[in-house]
């Protein structure tokens, strides 16, 4: 039996390295929420706060995000450089370091933090941008209810596994 294998969502023929704002989803392993734990969620915020001391910060700006129960979303800039990391490198390393973080103070090693891959959706004009912005900003108002709206936008996000 062929390991099941996930079709990537991603533009064909995108350099996920060029300069444009991402708007990029990060879910939890089986959208479990563990990020209603303080402690965990400070360790993504604190994460996501660090951003803008990577040796490659000066290709990157972290315009708005959002550590959710389940879930963290956040709009990015990359500005094509020499050294400019791609998208999944960037992301890659936030979910390592955040994981390895937290299975220290859980006890335990290797164990999912992360559901493997993420979404992003790169931002095609100005007015995209700023309704991206304002779901971002709003997100926990609209926690309590359904997560209809994520979903839809999950769907229709590029994905990389």
């Known amino acids: ?3 099941r294998r996930h079709n990537s969502l991603r533009l064909p023929n995108w350099d996920y390295t060029s300069s444009a704002y991402y ?3 990060i879910c939890t ?3 479990e ?15 996501l706060e660090s951003m803008a001391y ?13 550590v959710m129960p389940d879930h ?7 500005y094509k450089q020499e050294d400019t990391p791609s998208l999944s490198t960037l992301v890659a390393n936030y979910k390592s370091l955040t994981a390895k973080r937290i299975n220290k103070i859980r006890h335990v090693q290797g164990q999912p933090v992360w559901q493997r891959g993420f979404y992003d ?7 995209e941008l ?14 309590a209810e359904k997560h209809e709206v994520l979903d839809k936008w999950l769907a229709e996000m590029n994905f990389h596994p």
């Open 1 to 3: 039996m062929e390991p």
């Open 23 to 25: 708007f990029v989803t």
């Open 29 to 31: 392993h089986q959208r």
């Open 33 to 47: 929420h563990f990020f209603s734990n303080q402690l965990f969620r400070s360790i993504a915020e604190y994460a």
């Open 54 to 66: 990577w040796p490659s910060a000066k290709s990157i700006h972290l315009d708005e995000c959002i």
């Open 72 to 78: 963290v979303h956040l709009l990015i800039a990359l």
């Open 121 to 127: 959706r790169i931002m095609r004009n100005e007015e």
């Open 130 to 143: 700023q309704v991206r912005r304002a779901y971002v900003l709003d997100n926990p108002r609209r926690w």
